[in-house]
Nanobody
Framework: QVQLVESGGGLVQAGGSLGLSCALS????????MGWFRQTPGKEREFVAT????????DYADSVKGRFTISRDNAKNTVYLLMNSLKPEDTAVYYC???????????????WGQGTQVSVSS
């Protein structure tokens, strides 16, 4: 089985920074594209960022471009999300995701992490 475990969530003041990590464990025979999604109460889970297996290609939601940075360390089977200039509207449960397609969507994700809460106070 494949598991994704997020860490690094917490409470931060607006304008601050927070880094999330997601470690993949289990059978890793395939090269996974990794990404981050987030969800707030009453809303659908939305795309935040993705990074290709090689780490050479990234994509971001317009709402986080210029503020968030996704990266990965394949030697550690870990993907990261550095969130800068956080805003209260960034408050959500953040989910790590893995899939075999370069453009991840909720329907293309094969594995999900358990989610980690990120709260940004004003």
């Amino acid at each position: 089985q494949v598991q994704l475990v997020e860490s690094g969530g917490g409470l931060v003041q607006a304008g601050g920074s927070l880094g999330l990590s997601c470690a993949l464990s289990g059978r890793t025979f395939r090269s996974y594209h990794m990404g981050w999604f987030r969800q707030t109460p009453g809303k659908e889970r939305e795309f935040v960022a993705t990074v290709s297996y090689s780490g050479g290609s990234t994509d971001y939601a317009d709402s986080v471009k210029g503020r968030f940075t996704i990266s990965r360390d394949n030697a550690k089977n870990t993907v990261y999300l550095l969130m800068n200039s956080l805003k209260p509207e960034d408050t959500a449960v953040y989910y790590c995701a893995a899939g075999t397609t370069p453009t991840l969507s909720t329907t293309r994700v094969m594995y999900w992490g358990q989610g980690t809460q990120v709260s940004v106070s004003s």
